[in-house]
């Protein structure tokens, strides 16, 4: 079982940034996919970026490439989401999610990823 646990997240006015920050449990496997998603109520949650550990791969959805970086620490076992610029439309209770591995195709899928952080808000206003 993997735990993770959201922070860092805030009320910011538009083009503000925040850092959310996502702590796992340790993982079994050497290498882990963490991924970042964001709901706002009425809309299915969306895939926004994901990192593979140790060097790997990072992928990003369109709307924010650019603007949000995804980071890691290792030694900490704790993934990073840098926003920067953010916009109104940004708003959404984030969440993080882990899995043994991802690729291009399945990093943004919900169904995906077997750990699910508990999420955190973040609110942008214009």
């Known amino acids: 079982q993997v735990q993770l646990a959201e922070s860092g997240g805030g009320s910011v006015q538009t083009g503000g940034s925040l850092r959310l920050s996502c702590v796992r449990s340790?993982?079994?496997?050497?290498?882990?996919?963490v991924a970042w998603f964001r709901q706002t109520p009425g809309k299915e949650r969306e895939g926004v970026a994901a990192?593979?550990?140790?060097?790997?791969?990072?992928y990003y959805t369109d709307s924010v490439k650019g603007r949000f970086a995804a980071s890691e620490d290792n030694a900490k076992n704790t993934v990073y989401l840098q926003m920067n610029s953010l916009k109104p439309e940004d708003t959404g209770m984030y969440y993080c999610a882990a899995h043994a591995w991802c690729t291009s195709t399945t990093w943004s899928r919900v169904d995906y990823h077997r750990y699910w952080g508990q999420g955190i808000q973040v609110t942008v206003s214009s």
């Open positions: 990192i593979v550990s140790r060097g790997g791969d990072t």
């Open positions: 340790v993982y079994a496997y050497s290498r882990v996919c």
